[in-house]
């Protein structure tokens, strides 16, 4: 009842102030030069401690206040950041990296023991980081210290892939020894000024960082839960930018010309997980029944009002190592129908888990269930609490929405397909034959083998692996028109949330 | 008298307990624990299991709810599951921003309702009776947080008279800046002035056709004092019962109201605590809204025990 309302008040609104002559706003300059920026926070839990970041608006920060050894591009290939260059052994487990120079906020070079004692950090379950699993393969007692900017990271098994774990969030380098976060030391582009949990944090530029001293003279962030708060904020010049706006509020935005709209295409994978390891999906008669008769181009349509791209069932389209080469799926009621019968399942009913998380998830739930009726299965939708959805969709159920934002491909498929995932392998997929072509990729040395072996799992994968891949959303964020030097980027890339070349005019 | 206010302190208190229990026993209820929340969807068991231990969420239940009451007997509110801080603290933080906009609101609506409901008592059934009328049941029957978007349409967009939100500002901060508080004091007055004005209303209808206003018409007084001295002081009695209702109103209101225009206060604080199912926060920030209730509506109830009498005499 409250969404409905809200729903419908948020569109009355914003649609007035659409529709209103350009209300003069002279707030929109910053006088100070100060940028303002909007995101969603949590409160009393927030902390500056980059290590246990798991918001988006903790890793925004992070990347301010501190660096990490790569970042990543668009397509999540890693780029050099601290770490100037990098090469592996011939095996693919001893890892040599060099530094380039770059110092603390305090002066203080950056060094190899800060990596060091960072990555150990990340590595201790005592941290509580949810980067720790990129970094349990590293043999720490082995790794060692060559010189003040050289290090050398040993792994117990090959990792060709290992440099992306280190543009991971939550992989940030720290002074060596920093236990205490209150008042943060990084090299990143940004000085720590000020902050509270769940009130504003200000930070000031860092004149001596590595790569130029940035643009803006201040950053602040300002905490908006409330997605119409941040759009509002934004319209009448409070902010200059807004962290995550709706795909209605995005085309009201994009019509207003106090405001852009920088849309990350594709940022977001939409999926149903389809427990295979268990009654009824264990049946791929039926998994492939329910592939063959989803219409991903009217859930493009209808649930994402267009803002983003049919899936072809499996993550990470347009991502480094994605199979280009697959045809695209295509709906065929009558295939399906015939499936359904030849499983002996017509007018099966399971449940649908859905939930608030994803603002597309309900929306998709209903259509889904529609086009799934006309294939003689009955998908009823059941929405579950949004702040442990995907925690509780690991234990419950045998049909789940699911989405993922951008991450390195093969890291993806390490955490969610390979049998070592454990309860993060959503669909309980196992395969003994795709486990062994992931591992053969990870250690193969020529890049060429690396995608052909990646390219060969991943096409196993989607046959399956029960992940219904239906689309990609895009990823919207919003700016004040005077905010210039910032481009549309996927979460989690470096060009994300990246202010130290903002130009507020 | 006072063994009846004592009786009632001790109901109070009674009450206080039960909401505890009952506000514990939900929160134990709803799925996920903290760790689940903080560690986010890509957590292994491991790491759960690691956290949980650190923050002592692997012990049962009533394990944790003897601590916490203990503690509070003591006086201590306990820690937050998540920080390790004083919960106290944190909740410190967002008081003075919602005790600022509750005590705002409350000094506009008071004058407010009185006002209405007096014009409209005195006058039933004209012109500014019914458009009052008409006007604050309005009000009352739009919810909080479409009535909150669309001043932030009008005011905030398309006027540009005032700020969209309050964009991180707290505590003092505000009452320096008294624009940031008018939209967000207006949709908490909106909401609350019905109940107030039409309790009033009725009040002073039923106290003007009292035989002893008849009365003192009678013998020559001025509309004036009559109103004032004689009709008014009658009408309050209900009223004060009505104040403690708009009390609690508004401190549901502000859960609302800080998330529309971006407020930190105790609103805010209670809604993260009970997302990231930091159980001791929730069962802090409900003890401290619920004895904030329980407190104004025992006063509501002794005020009114001595206001009513006065009326059997006068009558």
Excluded at chain 1, 1 to 23: C, E, I, N, W, Y
Excluded at chain 1, 376 to 405: C, M, N, Q, W
Excluded at chain 1, 418 to 432: E, K, L, M
Excluded at chain 2, 9 to 32: D, E, H, K, M, N
């Amino acid at each position: 009842m409250l969404r409905f309302d809200r729903r419908t008040a948020l569109k009355a609104a914003l649609g007035a102030v659409a529709a209103a002559p350009l209300a003069a706003c002279g707030a929109a300059g910053a006088p100070d030069g100060r940028l303002r920026v909007a995101f969603p926070t949590a409160g009393a839990k927030e902390t500056l401690d980059p290590h246990t970041s798991s918001l988006f608006v903790d890793q925004a920060r992070a990347k301010a206040l501190f660096d990490t050894l790569v970042g990543y591009a668009d397509d999540m290939s890693p780029v050099p950041r601290l770490a100037e260059s990098w090469e592996p052994d011939a095996t693919g487990t001893r890892w040599s990296v060099r530094l380039r120079a770059a110092r603390f906020h305090d002066n203080r070079p950056v060094t190899a023991d800060d990596v060091l004692y960072s990555y150990r950090r990340v590595a201790d379950p005592a941290t509580g980081s949810p980067a720790a699993r990129q970094f349990a393969g590293v043999d720490f007692g082995a790794s060692r210290v060559r010189s003040a900017t050289e290090l050398e990271l040993v792994l117990r098994e090959p990792n060709f892939e290992f440099p992306s774990a280190w543009g991971a969030p939550a992989t940030e380098i720290v002074p060596a020894g920093t236990t205490g976060f209150s008042a943060p030391v990084g090299s990143g582009p940004f000085r720590f000024k000020s902050f509270q949990p769940g009130g504003s944090t200000v930070l000031a530029r860092f004149d001596g960082y590595w790569e130029g001293a940035p643009t803006p003279p201040e950053l602040e962030f300002v905490p908006v839960n409330e997605e119409s708060a941040r759009v509002a904020a934004l319209l009448s010049g409070q902010v200059h930018y807004a962290h995550d706006v709706s795909a209605n509020s995005a085309t009201l935005l994009g019509r207003d010309s106090r405001t852009r709209v920088l849309a990350a295409t594709g940022g977001t994978m939409q999926a149903v997980a389809l427990k295979v390891d268990r009654p009824p999906f264990d049946d791929p008669r039926l998994v492939r029944a329910i592939v063959s008769g989803v219409d991903r181009r009217a859930l493009v349509d209808v649930v994402l009002s267009g803002h983003g791209k049919p899936g072809n069932d499996l993550f990470g389209m347009g991502l480094e190592y994605y199979p280009q080469d697959l045809p695209p799926r295509e709906r065929d009621v009558e295939l399906a129908r015939s499936l359904v019968r030849e499983a002996g399942a017509e007018g099966l009913a399971f449940d649908l888990h859905t939930s608030a998380a994803d603002p597309y998830f309900e929306s998709a739930a209903i259509l889904l269930s529609q086009q799934l009726a006309e294939i003689g299965l009955r998908a009823a939708p059941r929405v579950g609490p949004s702040e442990t959805y995907f925690s509780d969709i690991k234990k419950i159920g045998t049909a789940a929405h699911t989405r993922t934002a951008p991450l390195p491909l093969p890291a993806f498929l390490e955490q969610r397909m390979r049998g070592t995932a454990g309860s993060n392998n959503y669909t309980g997929y196992r395969s003994a034959e795709f486990d062994a072509l992931f591992s053969r990729a990870m250690g193969s040395p020529g890049e060429a083998d690396r995608s052909r072996l990646f390219a060969d799992a991943q096409r196993l994968a989607r046959d399956q692996s029960g992940l219904l891949v239906w689309g990609f959303s895009d990823w919207n964020v919003a700016v004040s028109s005077s905010v210039g030097g910032l481009r549309p980027a996927p979460p989690n890339s470096l060009d994300w949330a990246r202010f130290d070349r903002a130009v507020v005019g | 008298m006072a063994l009846a206010a004592l009786r009632r302190a001790a109901t109070a208190a009674l009450q206080l307990v039960a909401v505890s229990v009952a506000v514990f026993a939900l929160t134990s209820l709803l799925p996920g624990d903290t760790a689940v929340v903080v560690l986010g969807e890509h957590a292994t068991e491991e790491q759960l299991a690691a956290l949980r231990e650190r923050m002592h969420l692997d012990r049962p239940p009533l394990e944790r709810f003897a601590a916490w009451a203990g503690g509070l007997l003591h006086g201590d509110l306990g820690r937050s599951s998540l920080t390790g801080l004083p919960v106290t603290e944190d909740i410190a933080r967002g008081f003075t921003t919602t005790a600022l906009l509750a005590v705002v609101a409350l000094v506009v609506v008071v004058p407010l309702a009185v006002a209405i409901g007096v014009a409209g008592g005195l006058r039933r059934g004209s012109l500014p009776d019914r458009v009052l009328n008409s006007a604050v049941l309005l009000l009352n029957s739009v919810p909080e947080f479409a009535l909150a978007l669309l001043l932030v349409g009008l005011f905030a967009l398309h006027l540009a008279w005032l700020p969209a939100t309050a964009a991180g500002a707290s505590g003092w901060e505000l009452a320096a800046q008294p624009a940031l508080l008018v939209l967000p004091v207006s949709v908490l007055v909106g909401k609350q002035l019905c109940g107030l004005a039409r309790q009033v209303r009725i009040g002073v209808a039923e106290a003007d056709d009292a035989e002893y206003a008849t009365h003192v018409r009678f013998h020559g007084l001025p509309e004036r004092t009559v109103v004032l001295r004689h009709v008014l002081p009658n009408a309050i009695g209900p009223a004060v019962q009505q104040l403690a209702r708009v009390v609690d109103g508004l401190l549901g209101g502000v859960v609302v109201v800080e998330a529309v225009f971006a407020l930190p206060g105790m609103g805010s604080g209670f809604v993260n605590a009970v997302m990231a199912r930091d159980l001791p926060s929730v069962q802090a920030y409900a003890l401290v809204f619920a004895a904030v209730t329980i407190a104004v509506n025992m006063l509501a109830d002794i005020a009114a025990k001595r206001l009513v009498p006065q009326r059997e005499v006068m009558a």
